[in-house]
């Protein structure tokens, strides 16, 4: 059993749907992330919070939103996506961010998601 | 620019033998790393660290030896077996920045 869980796990979504996607990990963590993983891709880092402030945001286009309302949970919230943005977005949670040393990061299930 | 690289974009073992992933890095301020374990459809599993103060760690079948001078580590898995069989991410962090850096995987099969 995970840590981190993500729901839903599968979206279909059309480019004029809006639709989130929801984020929430039990190990009492301080830090949380958002990943793109596309085929054949490194793992693209998303967005970075810490503390529930955002401390990293790696030039992610405005139609991908994110929320952190409290260090538990984290939400994507998409609008308007085009179909390259098709993919899975994985969550994540570390102790602390990454830059503290020895900190690791444990990974959700994923959402699968498909833009049509 | 990719600051962690996994040159082999595949691996077939006998099952019993040992496998042997490797993964390079460029940035010399990097302390800590890691390895994951993916499955089709699943997010990465937390394998097996390494700190660089260290240059073997060692988990069950599990080694992990860095060898900082070539900024180069590799992952071990002795014996192979076939549920091992499914990518594995090499990651890295220092304490200076605010992030991961992840390799491109390696697909490893574990053939019975």
């Known amino acids: 059993e995970t840590g981190v869980t993500q729901t839903p796990r599968h979206l279909v979504m059309g480019m004029t749907n809006k639709k989130s996607l929801k984020c929430e990990q039990h190990l009492g963590h301080n830090a949380m992330y958002w990943y793109k993983q596309s085929a054949k891709k490194p793992l693209e880092l998303m967005f970075v919070y810490s503390l529930e402030e955002r401390v990293e945001n790696n030039s992610v286009p405005s139609r991908f939103s994110p929320e952190c309302p409290n260090s538990s949970h984290l939400f994507l919230h998409l609008h308007t996506l085009q179909p390259e943005d098709s993919a899975l977005y994985l969550c994540a949670s570390s102790q602390d961010s990454a830059g503290t040393s020895g900190n690791t990061i444990y990974f959700g299930e994923g959402s699968w998601l498909t833009v049509v | 620019d990719q600051q962690v690289k996994q040159n082999s974009p595949s691996l077939s073992v006998q099952e019993g033998r040992i496998s042997i992933l490797n993964c390079d890095y460029t940035n010399s301020m990097f302390d800590y790393f890691l390895w994951y374990k993916k499955y089709p459809a699943e997010g990465p599993t937390f394998l097996i660290s390494?700190?660089?103060?260290?240059d073997k760690n060692e988990d069950g079948r599990f080694t992990v030896f860095l060898n900082k001078s070539a900024k180069h580590l590799s992952l071990h898995i002795v014996p192979s077996q076939p549920g091992d069989s499914a990518v594995y991410f090499c990651a890295a962090t220092s304490n200076t920045g605010n992030q991961f850096y992840f390799g491109t995987g390696t697909s490893l099969t574990v053939i019975p």
């Open positions: 390494i700190s660089s103060i260290k």
